[in-house]
């Protein structure tokens, strides 16, 4: 199927959304005024120890972080002693700590690099049998000659000249890290990747046909990102001028506008109500009238369309979904668990489905990074309101 990339901006939004045959696959959005901190990488100072938790670092821009599990980096050395970090997650409020490791990673479509680790070149889990990973992993370490590296599922089709490029952009990008560390005074090293970017990182190795930028000023800012990210995607990159919006090509802001509701309607029937709260996300599959084995098809769909509605809305944390199904038992129930697990098997997050409880739920767990896509949205239009 096509896929095209597609980045505007909107108001006090930058957006970007990959489609795939017409339909939104992923969605990525920035608040313009305060870009998502994860993935910056800082020269920090270490402050405070706080047992059972970590040690808190001051950050380049003022913040906190949290260090939970030092990595090679450190921060193993004394308060006020200097260290680089990259934030791995954003605070959840404003009296909360940023979560950031010492061993950052620089991501790519194909690969990953630990520019201040060791040489060692792994593979993904996601990437076969442990024989698998372990060929890849070798045909890796040949290809990049060195460093520290985790080969993606996707590197397993890509041609040893995708590889090479991306491994050397990848490794600019790591030196560029390794000299700034060497400085004083906390600061901002890197920062995180745009909307832009983490769209193409989410997206792996699926190949995307074309790149379509709106105001067509942007293109050059794009595309050096784009090439210090996936080189040769660039060449894809094609301005947009209207009329009529970039977004208005796939009736875009429709689909964005059902991802903030909470129902959500099957096209073979049947809904899911999918409610955020405090402590975790609530999900009720309702398979409608359909009697018989009509039913379970409406549900195995509805664990299709679970999986993609948590992408797209970014919601993380502790999930719970009730299927009729699994609260009957039986066979159909570990069907639709069978069902679901194959379909988060491709989240860009780590995705895990834990299984039924004695009640009948399914209960899964998905990486949080920031907020999700509907508090970043509120957030802006209640700033600009």
Request: glycine share 12%.
């Amino acid at each position: 199927m096509v896929a095209e990339l597609l980045v505007d901006r909107a108001g006090p939004l930058g957006r970007a959304a990959i489609v795939e045959a017409g339909r939104l696959a992923h969605i990525e959005i920035d608040r313009l005024d305060r870009p998502s901190p994860v993935g910056a990488i800082h020269r920090a100072r270490v402050g405070r120890a706080a047992p059972g938790l970590g040690t808190f670092v001051a950050l380049g821009d003022g913040t906190t972080g949290l260090v939970a599990r030092p990595g090679p980096g450190g921060p193993g050395r004394g308060a006020g002693a200097g260290v680089v970090v990259q934030v791995t997650a954003a605070s959840t409020a404003p009296d909360k700590a940023a979560t950031v490791t010492t061993d950052p990673i620089l991501a790519g479509r194909l690969l990953l690099h630990r520019p201040l680790a060791a040489d060692q070149v792994a593979a993904s889990a996601r990437a076969g049998d442990r024989a698998a990973r372990a060929a890849l992993a070798r045909r890796v370490a040949a290809l990049t000659g060195g460093g520290a590296w985790i080969a993606r599922a996707a590197a397993a089709a890509a041609g040893d000249d995708q590889l090479r490029a991306e491994a050397a952009a990848l490794r600019a990008r790591g030196r560029a890290v390794a000299a700034a560390a060497a400085g004083g005074t906390p600061a901002v090293i890197a920062p995180g990747p745009d909307a832009a970017a983490r769209a193409v990182i989410a997206w792996g190795g699926r190949p995307l046909d074309t790149v379509r930028v709106e105001p067509a000023g942007e293109r050059g800012r794009l595309g050096a990102g784009l090439d210090a990210l996936a080189p040769g995607l660039s060449d894809r990159l094609v301005p947009h001028r209207p009329p009529p919006p970039l977004f208005d090509l796939h009736d875009l802001d429709s689909q964005l506008d059902a991802l903030m509701r909470p129902r959500v309607a099957l096209p073979s029937g049947g809904n899911l109500m999918i409610e955020p709260t405090e402590a975790l996300v609530a999900v009720d599959v309702n398979p409608g009238v359909t009697a018989g084995g009509g039913a379970l098809n409406v549900e195995l769909a509805a664990a299709a369309e679970l999986a993609r509605q948590l992408r797209l809305r970014h919601l993380g944390g502790m999930i719970v979904a009730d299927f009729p199904a699994t609260r009957r038992g039986g066979s159909d129930g570990e069907r639709v668990l069978v069902a679901l697990r194959a379909a988060t098997a491709d989240d860009p997050e780590d995705c895990r489905v834990l299984g039924i409880t004695r009640l009948g739920l399914i209960e899964l767990s998905r990486r949080r990074r920031g907020p999700s896509l509907a508090e970043i949205v509120r957030a802006a239009s209640a700033r600009g309101a």
